[in-house]
Structure formats: C-alpha cells, structure tokens
C-alpha cells in the first residue's frame, strides 16, 4: 500500500537560491493539493489540481511560487528567491475525484528550511 | 479568511481517561476531517464525516458531523500513551472549493 510520497523530506537552502519539491500521489488519485504549515498551526492551503489542470490557487501563493502536474501524476512545487519566511513544512495531500466529499490523505511532507 | 476555532489548544490528561476537543466555525461546511501529527510528520486521516447529525467511530475515536453543519467534535476513550500527538480538525466549506480549512490543532500529552 504506497500512499502520499514527497521528497525530499528535507531541505536547506540559502536566502535567494530556487528549490523544487516533488509529490507523488496516491496512483488512483486524480486530485492533488499542496499545503504549507508553520510551527504552532494547522496546514494552509497552497493550490490544487485535478489531473493537470491547476484549478485553484490561495493568495498565499506568491508570483515566486509556481506548481505543475505535467501528466496529472506526479506534481512539482517550485519556489524561486527562496526568503527566511518561505521557511515551514511542505504538505502535499490526494483525494479521489468522486464520493461525497473531500477526504485528502497526507504525505510525510518536506521541511525547508531557508539560512 | 475562514477560520476554524479549535479548543482545547491542549491537554495532559492520564492514561484510560477519555478527550474531547471541538471545532466550531460561523461558516457552514460540506466536510469535516480529523487528523493526527506526530513531530515530524505529515497528518494522518483519522475519521472524515459528510452529513450533518453523522456519528462515526475508528476503534477507539469518535467523532460527529454538528447538526448545524458549522462544528464537529472528536472524542478518545482510554487512552493510550501512543495517543499522544496532535489533533487537527479541517473542514470543507459550502460552495465548491476544495480547499481544507485547519483548526490550530489540540497538543494531547498522555502520562502512562
């Protein structure tokens, strides 16, 4: 049984280099979303795909930040001019399109931490 | 934004007691989820909840859909040093959006 996988899990990088987070989903999974967590609170909502196609985005996610699901399977998120307060944990989350409602299981999350 | 208002924010409690914490919101939600996080890690789905009135147990957890649709609970009998963690509601808003509001999550401690 393979869930949610992310790498890496971690990740140290300087103020101003670009990193890129992968996200592999659940296989039978057509959505997928991305979520940013600091210390002390619960995850916040980053953007959301359904197969490829982006269709959400908070305005949490700045013009540095860009995701993708090229082939709706495995997605990236990529953040340029990386600054300290991009600092927090990754979450990547898929659900399966259909059913009631959302039900997003989690990955183990990457957690960047930026000198 | 929409926000979740979770209580309590924490708890230390001993082993075999029993939990409760609660989400209310002045939004009304199609969903509501409960998570676990250990340190570290990503959150765990514990129960997810679709009517309004719902009732659901995962062995020892609990947790109901509130009638008016804007708050949920979550209750853990006798509980367990491995209980130990934290809690997070999230909850899916009326009107479309995918997106998961998050509570700020209850910090359990279970002393053995």
């Known amino acids: 049984d393979t869930g949610v996988s992310q790498d890496p899990r971690h990740k140290i990088t300087k103020r101003g280099q670009n990193v890129t987070f992968r996200c592999d989903p659940i296989?039978?999974?057509?959505?997928l979303y991305w979520y940013r967590q600091t210390l002390g609170q619960g995850p916040e909502f980053l953007t959301y795909?359904?197969?490829?196609?982006?269709?959400?985005k908070s305005r949490l996610l700045s013009d540095r930040f860009s995701a993708e699901r090229p082939k709706g399977s495995f997605s990236t998120l990529e953040i340029q001019r990386t600054e300290q307060g991009d600092s927090a944990m990754y979450l990547c989350?898929?659900?399966?399109?259909?059913?009631?409602?959302?039900?997003?299981?989690f990955g183990q999350g990457t957690r960047l931490t930026v000198v | 934004g929409q926000q979740l208002n979770q209580s309590p924010q924490s708890m230390f409690i001993q082993e075999g007691e029993d939990v409760s914490m609660n989400c209310t919101s002045s939004?009304?939600?199609?969903?509501w989820l409960w998570y676990k996080q250990d340190p570290g890690e990503g959150p765990v789905l514990l129960i997810a909840?679709?009517?309004?009135?719902e009732l659901t147990s995962n062995g020892r957890l609990t947790a109901q859909f509130g009638i008016t649709r804007k708050d949920s609970f979550l209750n853990i009998s006798a509980s367990i040093p491995s209980d130990v963690g934290i809690y997070f509601c999230?909850?899916?808003?009326?009107?479309?959006?995918?997106?998961?509001?998050f509570g700020k999550g209850m910090k359990l401690t279970v002393n053995p």
């Open positions: 999230a909850g899916q808003l009326q009107g479309g959006s995918e997106k998961l509001v």
């Open positions: 909840l679709y009517k309004a009135g």
């Open positions: 939004s009304i939600f199609n969903t």
């Open positions: 795909f359904q197969n490829e196609a982006q269709l959400e």
């Open positions: 296989s039978e999974h057509n959505r």
């Open positions: 989350a898929s659900s399966l399109l259909g059913g009631t409602g959302v039900k997003a299981f």
